[in-house]
């Protein structure tokens, strides 16, 4: 069979066409689009150019040489350690001297300094009196609990599944679906509640050492709170350029007793349509995705002891600076409408 080299070339074309084709599909799902769609058929009622999709800038997650705090490096050798086989502790100690002990990620060293502590616990409650033995458990209690915080600080926000999870991903959420919102909230709230425990100074069970294992492979899959805190920045500038422009060109909108109201009608339209019926429902999940989050992130972040480089990326994600930010541009863009409808005597609800 002999093929033209004309046949490649209309080959290649249509490949071409049907990249294109699958790729605008899966851009219409993006929130973004939804954002372009709606100020570009605002500018085009107001006869006026569409805007340049906004340039949103956030504060980054530090670098892990800025994050990562000192921790005591106190083990037991063995020998010392063997006594502890009574009550259970060797085996742990044993396991975390060994070659792999040694290279384990920060989840599994927060996991044995748990297990660790709740061991030492039961071994002072439980072994047979030895002054020495017993003062050397304490004074391996007292320094692992001071160091706790820390090496539950080291876990979220060097240790590499849970950094990913703080870091603005750059890619907002679709419309209509907001991933990992429920897998994401049940682990932070879980860790929240280990956290709680930490700062307390009670001790955290086995069963709850363990379960971070679990939160770490729940969480492997998305990158829920750096989409929400992109999420939320991305939406906040598309809103305050979609209302710079209709404050820009409110002037020429020719509306009131006695005028044409077509243009104020079209404006109206777009609003209730674009607005209301598809970004509006955006932006509520967003903020309810935040407040669900948000107390759970604040006990997170409670550590005495935090990092300075921390300081921005703190009050911009934890402490609400972002999300106040996303609801100031979201007020001031519903006000604007309400101005212009009180303007045009057009009344608030659905249009007829």
Not at 125 to 148: C, M, R, S, Y
Not at 168 to 192: C, D, M, R, Y
């Amino acid at each position: 069979m002999v093929f033209d080299i004309r046949d490649f070339s209309s080959l290649k074309i249509v490949l071409l066409s049907l990249c294109l084709t699958l790729l605008s599909g899966c851009d219409k799902s993006s929130s973004d689009s939804h954002f372009a769609n709606y100020t570009e058929r605002l500018a085009s009622i107001l006869d006026a150019s569409a805007p340049e999709p906004p340039n949103t800038k956030i504060p980054p997650l530090p670098e892990v040489s800025e994050l990562l705090q000192r921790t005591e490096d106190v083990r037991m050798g063995l020998f010392d350690a063997y006594e502890l086989r009574a009550c259970g502790l060797f085996q742990l100690i044993a396991e975390r001297n060994s070659v792999l002990g040694k290279v384990q990620d920060r989840t599994r060293q927060l996991r044995y300094e748990l297990l660790l502590l709740d061991g030492i616990g039961h071994c002072l409650a439980t072994l047979p009196e030895n002054k020495k033995l017993q003062t050397q458990l304490l004074e391996v209690q007292h320094t692992k609990q001071i160091d706790l915080p820390k090496y539950f600080w080291n876990m979220l926000l060097t240790g590499d599944e849970w950094q990913k999870q703080f870091k603005p991903t750059h890619i907002p959420f679709p419309l209509n679906k907001i991933a990992g919102a429920s897998e994401s909230q049940h682990v932070f709230s879980g860790l929240a509640e280990i956290a709680r425990q930490i700062s307390a100074g009670q001790t955290v069970t086995s069963q709850a050492a363990d379960s971070l294992l679990t939160y770490q492979a729940d969480i492997h899959t998305f990158r829920y709170l750096g989409q929400l805190f992109y999420a939320m920045a991305r939406a906040r500038d598309w809103l305050n350029t979609a209302t710079r422009l209709l404050e820009s060109e409110d002037s020429q909108v020719m509306c009131g007793p006695n005028r044409n109201q077509q243009q104020a009608e079209y404006l109206e339209n777009v609003f209730y349509t674009f607005y209301v019926g598809e970004i509006q429902p955006y932006l509520a999940k967003l903020d309810s995705q935040y407040q669900k989050i948000s107390p759970d992130l604040q006990v997170l972040f409670a550590t005495p002891e935090r990092p300075t480089a921390m300081a921005d990326y703190q009050t911009y994600y934890i402490d609400g600076e972002l999300h106040r930010q996303f609801r100031e541009a979201t007020l001031n863009h519903v006000h604007y409408w309400q101005t212009l409808f009180k303007r045009c005597g057009i009344k608030v609800g659905q249009p007829g």
